[in-house]
């Protein structure tokens, strides 16, 4: 076998393990994919409700306030002009050579020519496309935008992995449009949930990944104590440091179902988050489900490190 080869695959139990690990991980990346992606477009609608639902302009109230800065001698009189004139007018210029920009980068990416009338035309179209989307962000109760751009995009990722025969994708696709549809027709009319909604997925998004990282080998380890400890010992010494690391993973996930399903946890006393209506359990219902993870795979890792005992494979350098 060549240096460079990869390793024979696993048989038996152990490819079993390996094989219901790496389908674990692959849910928790298209999860953590998912969560980003909602985070970032409710942080967007939100955004774009608290700038266009009202009249009022926060970058003519800026303006005045530079202004002042410079000795306007009356800048408060400057508001209605630039919030009804000055303000609408960047918009739209920054929208319309937004869209030119990427058009021309567009082109320019796969060698062909790129007219200006055509570079125009996809400008005026960013512009109504924008105006477009705000009115019906703004207009439109939040469950129905938010239900709709979701189903657009599981749809989206739906037909891709349909194209790859990636199965996985497609139930996840399935699952997440369903569950994210019903719970969209639960979200109040403006977008007064969606802080809370984000903090609540930032926490599964950190746990998740802490899941990820320890499956990947990124989790933080202490190995200052490799130089001074004898070649012999450090087999055992990395055995004894995963067993630790096991118990204290089980230690969390005990008191995490204590929080979430113990006499007097979230679970039984039916909290109820007031923005979003989520119950209060599924917070800490990542760390149960992390941590859980994270016991079982450094428990796989000590009994691999107990039965094929090794040093570390990586030292502190530096």
Sequence with gaps: MTKDAPPPPRRGVAGLVAALDAGVYRVEG???????LVMTFTVFLDIVYRSFATGESQLAAKLVTVFGWFGASD????????????????????????GWAVFVATRRRQRRPRPVPHGIAAGALSVAGAWAFTQY???????????????????????????????????IAVLVGGVGAW????????????????????AWLAFLGASMATRAGKHIQVDALSRIIPKAVQPWTRALGLVATMLF?????YLSYEHVFGPRGDYGSGEIRPATGIPAWTI?????VSFGLMTLRFLALALD??????APERELTH
């Design 30 to 36: 298209a999860l953590v994919t998912i969560i980003s």
């Design 75 to 98: 800048p408060q009189s400057l508001y209605p002009a630039l919030r009804d004139h000055f303000t609408p007018a960047v918009l739209v210029l920054t929208t319309f050579f937004t």
């Design 137 to 171: 962000v703004v207009k439109v109760p939040s469950k129905w935008v938010c239900a709709s751009l979701l189903l657009a995009g599981c749809v989206a990722y739906l037909v891709v992995s349909a194209r790859r025969q990636a199965w996985l994708g497609v139930v």
């Design 183 to 202: 719970f969209c027709q639960h979200l109040p009319p403006q977008y007064i949930w969606s802080q809370e909604l984000s903090l609540i997925l930032l």
């Design 249 to 253: 993973c089980a230690y969390i996930t």
């Design 284 to 288: 800490i219902t990542a760390a149960l």
């Design 305 to 310: 490190a107990i039965v094929n005992p090794r």
